[in-house]
T-cell receptor, first 114, second 115 residues
């Protein structure tokens, strides 16, 4: 089944403790992206990747890192999480980065930073 | 502010009725997409309409696009309880290829379909 898989689905942690949210897609998509969803603000893009080893900042990249060493994986790294990063995070992928096709989303990761 | 903004923010209808929601955006777009999000789940793509298209259908869904007014509407006909979800419009307004498949999402319309 074609899917985008995120782990963990839920995480409660404390300020300053490094964490990684993994994202994997099995559709051989070139484009992958991370969003955060906050009430009243919709989805905002954090980082995106056009292909392996090609990543760039989205609208709200501060406090986050990403890497794209393999085509299927696009982990989101919070080196020193803070409470304002408490949010619902989504990973998405699409066939290419042309903007002409839909994005496929994972089921989300709910992060709570205490 | 957001590129796409949905209206209304929330909508409650009876099963069998039609649901209409609107999306307004600010800049010229390449295409506009609608997504559905069930509670606690990821977004699911519904329909994509390109800037040179005016109307598109998919099953019980009908999307219109008016680029002169910078607005789009999503109509769900003969709604079912399973249509209860949040609906988001997303615009692709990227002008450079390096920006990739950048979508800008609105805040969504919460739709409740009562049995």
């Amino acid at each position: 089944e074609a899917q985008v898989t995120q782990n963990p689905r839920y995480l409660i942690t404390v300020t300053g403790k490094k964490l990684t949210v993994t994202c994997s897609q099995n559709m051989n998509h070139e484009y992958m992206s991370w969003y955060r969803q906050d009430p009243g603000l919709g989805l905002r893009q954090i980082y995106y990747s056009m292909n392996v080893e090609v990543t760039d900042k989205g609208d709200v990249p501060e406090g986050y890192k990403v890497s794209r060493k393999e085509k299927r994986n696009f982990p989101l790294i919070l080196e020193s999480p803070s409470p304002n990063q408490t949010s619902l995070y989504f990973c998405a992928s699409s066939l290419s980065g042309t903007g002409k096709e839909p994005q496929h989303f994972g089921d989300g990761t709910r992060l709570s930073i205490l | 502010s957001q590129q796409g903004e949905e209206d209304p923010q929330a909508l409650s209808i009876q099963e069998g009725e039609n649901a209409t929601m609107n999306c307004s955006y600010k800049t010229s777009i390449n295409n506009l997409q609608w997504y559905r999000q069930n509670s606690g789940r990821g977004l699911v793509h519904l329909i994509l309409i390109r800037s040179n298209e005016r109307e598109k259908h998919s099953g019980r869904l009908r999307v219109t696009l008016d680029t002169s007014k910078k607005s789009s509407s999503l109509l769900i006909t003969a709604s079912r309880a399973a249509d209860t979800a949040s609906y988001f419009c997303a615009t692709d307004a990227s002008r450079i290829k390096a920006a990739g498949n950048k979508l800008t999402f609105g805040g969504g319309t919460r739709v409740l379909v009562k049995p």
